[in-house]
């Protein structure tokens, strides 16, 4: 999909206002003829249908939505602000859907199309093809007028289920309108009054969206609506194609947010958050891109594991609040979702809809997002696993398309992250879409479990400290230089015989050379294929970018995260630079010790598994030899 944006003007919407209201006051529309009467049925809300068949016949209808609406308070002649607020937003979304349907025809050449058209009758190939592009613009006004109530309009209460898709004329685009707002006064007249008006809108929007979306394989000039990210600033309306029609606002968010200083090891997952924290910030909200996509090391996915109680979960509730302080600082809205195992529905299809819903409100490109599936390995299943649930499966598919999928378009206002005590139980290409690992081990040394407990301890109390210097040891910049020299050479037994082997006859000075020993690993672990390269290359042009942002950057918005696109771009790339060939070897060895440490514990709970079944069948062929001596055996 495109990443550039389309800004429609509101000028373009005004001219259309007399025609929208015209929609919403009073008009003539022809329909099939329906056997169910006009009249309720006494004491009822049925109406009597004809056993005669109408099938085929067509009437007319007067469709006037605001008398109708109107009526719903009877013996008072003002519209209340439930009412008013439907109407309102009614003509806005048909004078937008209007607009828009302009920019198509503009897009498409239809407007050449139609002025030829109005001068003498077009023949052959070009009857043919603007009789195609009238019915697409046609259906564009329609999805766009939806869309828009869609967003403005929040149901509440039970969903009605009486509710019906509007009978679509795809004619012009006054004529689907003229079917939509037809519907909508059918919907309108359902409710029971102000209480369930807005209910019975969202209803109806819904079921005039779902509609559409089944049709939209009919018609064949949508191509160029597809790709089209427009949005209208004055009313916050966006519409990115077809792809997800947008969604009703988001809720505050609620949570218990942690400080770095009060997450004791971790140093590098601790470091690499803080600097996604700020690398999210400096997304384009206008140009809706993020430099540090155009410039290499932004971090779209990454994946981190540990055992249980080493920290995976303030992690996450200090990177959500680090980004969520910096958004109010600028004036940004902030979407934070986490998808867990309550997502998961029995009914088929159902589980890949809430994932799917997941990430489109962490990709709305109006916010900062984060995303984060915890406890992955619950949720999303190995594909060979026969004993996962298809709502487990639903789920691996929708987070492998889009974490890395045809139509994944990165553009840097978001981050997803996936966690686990289990990784090795993760399906492995799933695994392999996550940009970078983070081992999440919590506390290592003697150093950190002396600040951890008094960091926990509090002051309630007068025990002296001793000879330790607090925190030294979580001074950042320090421990992070030395969590790095660390993979200077491998962690992991497996990968150490490798790098052995490799550095018997090889030093890592050239390209050829670490070719040769990425070689090498990739006999050792066949799982690290092309992709892990990509995401090991990708680590490296983050080192590369390994520019921690100064704080004085986001004291106030002018300074840096309200600047212009060029600008940011600018300020960070005087920051950037080059990598060196010890990063290369520590960053193939960080990446590679994850899969070698997967699969060891892959391996490892196999065997535990195959050792457990044995000691039961010895136990077992013990208790069956004594109920034999005994007698007990054949009763």
């Not at 942002?549 to 600018?570: G, R, T």
């Amino acid at each position: 999909m495109d990443i550039g944006l389309t800004t429609l003007d509101e000028k373009d919407v005004e001219k259309h206002i007399s025609m929208a209201q015209s929609l919403v006051t009073k008009m003539i529309v022809l329909e099939a003829a329906s056997g169910k009467s006009k009249t309720e049925i006494a004491g009822t809300r049925r109406r009597f249908i004809s056993t005669v068949s109408t099938a085929g016949s067509r009437t007319s209808r007067e469709v006037e939505l605001a008398k109708t609406l109107l009526a719903l308070t009877p013996g008072d002649t003002m519209l209340s602000p439930a009412q008013h607020n439907i109407l309102f937003k009614t003509r806005r979304a048909l004078a937008v859907a209007l607009a828009v349907s302009d920019l198509f025809a503009k897009n498409t050449g239809l407007d050449a199309l139609r002025s030829r058209n109005a001068s003498s009758a077009l023949q052959g190939a070009d009857a043919d093809r603007y009789r195609v592009l009238l019915e697409a613009s046609a259906y564009v006004s329609a999805f766009t007028a939806a869309a828009y109530l869609h967003q403005s309009v929040e149901g509440a209460g039970e969903a009605a289920n009486d509710i019906e898709a509007p009978e679509y004329n795809f004619n012009t685009p006054q004529d689907a309108l003229k079917a939509f707002v037809a519907g909508l006064e059918v919907a309108v007249t359902t409710s029971s009054g102000d209480s369930g008006l807005q209910t019975h809108v969202r209803a109806f929007v819904d079921e005039a969206l779902e509609d559409l979306l089944t049709r939209k394989s009919r018609f064949s000039g949508l191509g160029t609506f597809e790709d089209i990210h427009l949005r209208l600033e004055s009313d916050g309306f966006e519409i990115n194609g077809f792809d997800v029609a947008p969604g009703a606002k988001s809720k505050p968010l609620v949570m218990s947010f942690k400080k770095p200083n009060e997450i004791i090891g971790n140093h590098i997952a601790k470091y690499q958050s803080m600097k996604l924290a700020k690398m999210l910030m400096a997304y384009d909200f206008d140009r809706q891109l993020n430099p540090f996509v155009e410039l290499g090391g932004f971090l779209f996915t990454f994946i981190g594991d540990g055992a249980p109680g080493t920290g995976k979960t303030i992690l996450i509730q200090m990177i959500a609040g680090l980004v969520n302080d910096y958004c109010q600082m600028a004036g940004y809205g902030f979407t934070y979702e986490n998808f867990g195992v309550d997502q998961i529905s029995s009914y088929q299809g159902k589980s890949g809809q809430n994932c799917k819903q997941f990430v489109s409100n962490v990709l709305n490109t109006r916010t900062i997002g984060f995303g984060t599936v915890d406890d992955i390995d619950q949720v999303a299943a190995k594909r060979s696993d026969d004993r996962a649930s298809a709502g487990q499966q639903e789920v691996t598919g929708v987070l492998m398309e889009s974490f890395a999928g045809a139509s994944t378009v990165i553009r840097g206002n978001c981050t997803f992250g996936m966690f686990s005590n289990y990784p090795e139980n993760v399906d492995d290409a799933l695994r392999q879409r996550a940009g970078a690992r983070w081992l999440v081990d919590g506390p290592q040394s003697q150093d950190d479990y002396v600040d951890i407990f008094v960091l926990l301890a509090g002051k309630n109390h007068s025990i002296p400290l001793g000879d330790h210097d607090l925190f030294d040891a979580q001074q950042i910049e320090k421990a992070v230089a030395t969590v790095y020299e660390q993979h200077n050479k491998p962690q992991e037994e497996g990968l150490l015989k490798v790098f052995e082997s490799f550095t018997k006859d090889n030093k890592l000075k050239t390209m050829n050379d670490v070719g040769t020993y990425l070689h090498m690993i990739k006999i050792a672990e066949p799982r690290f294929t092309g992709r892990a390269i990509k995401n090991v290359t990708d680590a490296i042009k983050m080192r590369a970018m390994d520019v921690d942002l100064p704080d004085e950057w986001f004291e106030k918005p002018e300074d840096f995260v309200h600047k212009p696109y060029d600008e940011k771009k600018a300020m960070i790339e005087e920051l950037r630079g080059p990598f060196s060939i010890d990063m290369v070897m520590q960053e193939i060895n960080r990446y590679a010790d994850s899969e070698f440490r997967y699969t060891d514990k892959s391996d490892n709970a196999a065997v535990d598994e195959i050792i457990r079944r044995e000691r039961q069948r010895e136990k077992a062929v013990d208790e069956i030899a004594a109920m034999k001596q005994d007698g007990r055996w054949g009763k």
